[in-house]
């Protein structure tokens, strides 16, 4: 099950250059590619003549073009130029590919996978203490990027991230404490907007293990608790700060589901010490021996897909920021708002997509499409269900 009407975080924006690029989400292949004035375009990547895959082809005058025929399209996902048509010849109507909204922000490349007006759209998430920007920036900050594949569900690694019980186990090579595995009471803080769970968020203090290798320089003899925040901004991203007696760290995790069984995090990191290029490698290090920790753990996990039911795993109290997450997916799939995903034999037949919002809003193309939606193509399958 895949939450849709939501901004995904999918990709770097500095990975979307001047060729196309194809982020896979979900099974369903976008291509990413920017105009002329720089904005970044996300749209289908199938293109509608023979199932070409455009993150394959080129930019070329404003337009996406597909590797095989050469067909362009707009970054409103009209086709504008069938090259084999003789001059003057009409483009069919049905020459289009479905286009999500799509913004470049905190470094990160978001894209709104659903059909819903501009107006009834869930915000697109604010994450704490960063600028506004194209790139992941905040004063004092230094930043590093990186990203690390997991052959797990989306939902199990999101919940990883904003889980605090398991680093006095899990980590406890690295920045976990295995002497101090108590949890202190805490309170979990929620932020709504425009009616939408915006942030989850919870801060503990955290008994810190004796420092290690580069920071044993400037880490002080007392090793005073750790103040720990982590939470999720729905639906894909994580925040992790951990404020160190020499400065602070802070995280930003996205967790882009690839498919069913495989998730890559995309991360930020960003550090108030050590702020000089020299320590990035160092840093880069610390961050992807923390994902090693957890890799056997996350994919060991039975079953591989979160359980729909609350009551189908035991929760005690420190779990409550997974729990705020599971109940945040059950109400997107009670609104009617998951997406089912199609088995692979169905998949292999049909070029489903996600359905954009031109299909419910422009009655003019009502039928101008030529890929059915992954709803239509699901219960066409079976033969029952109506389109959604
Ligand atoms: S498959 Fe894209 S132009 Fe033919
Ligand atoms: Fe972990």
Known sequence: MFIKNH??????????????????????????WRSHDGTVNAQSDLCVHRGGSLAGGKVVGNCVQCPYHGWRYGADGACVEIPANRHGLPIPRKARIDTYPCVERYGFVWVFLGDLAAEQR?????????????EAKAAGYRAI????????????VLENAVDIAHTPFVHSGSFGNAEQPEIEEFDLQEERKDGFLASVTATVDLE???????????????RPPVSTTTGFYPPNVSLLIVRLP??????????????????????????????????????MQRTIKIFREDQPTVEGQRPELLPFDLSAELHVKSDSIQLAYRRWRS???NRGWGLEVLPDETAMRAAAVIPSPARASDPELANAWVFPTVAEAASSQTGTGSPQ
């Open 7 to 32: 901004w995904y975080a999918v990709e770097f924006g500095s990975e979307v250059a001047a060729e196309p690029v194809l982020a896979r989400v979900h099974g369903h292949d976008l291509v990413l």
């Open 122 to 134: 869930p915000p697109l998430p604010v994450l704490d203490g960063l600028e506004e920007h194209t």
């Open 145 to 156: 990027f990186g990203e690390f594949t997991w052959n797990a569900n989306y939902d199990r």
């Open 208 to 222: 810190p293990p004796r420092p290690s290798g580069l920071w044993k320089f400037i880490s002080s003899k007392e």
């Open 246 to 283: 020499m400065g602070e760290i802070r995280i930003f995790t996205a967790a882009v589901p690839r498919s069913e069984h495989v998730t890559v995090s995309k991360f930020a990191m960003l550090r108030t010490f050590f702020t000089g290029g020299w320590a990035d490698k160092n840093s």
């Open 331 to 333: 109400e997107q799939i």
